[in-house]
């Protein structure tokens, strides 16, 4: 089965930074756009940042130049999160739009999530 495994989530100080991955892991053909999104308390899910098959990035007003999204191996996606603020604070899911075969539709999968503190 497919699985999404996030990691790199925890408690920083606003202006630091943190760096989360998200590994993709199951019988797949291959992995189209991956993306992280975030919900905070009393908010909606919200995308931040999605990575197309070819490298094209596309952010979040709030996060944009400030964070800078990855990948590696067309199975791992990452986000680098600099200059922290308080209202990033939030639980992030990783996304992936996966192709179990080709032709085949594609799929969106979810990870669980990993939280974000950023507190002083």
């Known amino acids: 089965q497919v699985q999404l495994v996030e990691s790199g989530g925890g408690l920083v100080q606003p202006g630091g930074s943190l760096r989360l991955s998200c590994a993709v892991s199951?019988?797949?053909?291959?992995?189209?756009?991956m993306g992280w999104y975030r919900q905070a308390p009393g908010k909606e899910r919200e995308l931040v940042a999605t990575i197309s098959s070819g490298g094209r990035t596309n952010y979040a007003a709030s996060v944009k130049g400030r964070f800078t999204i990855s990948r590696d191996n067309a199975k791992t996606v990452y986000l680098q999160m600099n200059s922290l603020k308080h209202e990033d604070t939030a639980v992030y899911y990783c996304n992936a739009f996966v192709n179990l075969g080709d032709p085949a539709p594609v799929i969106p999968y979810w990870g669980q999530g990993t939280q974000v503190t950023v507190s002083s």
């Open positions: 199951g019988s797949i053909f291959s992995i189209n756009a």
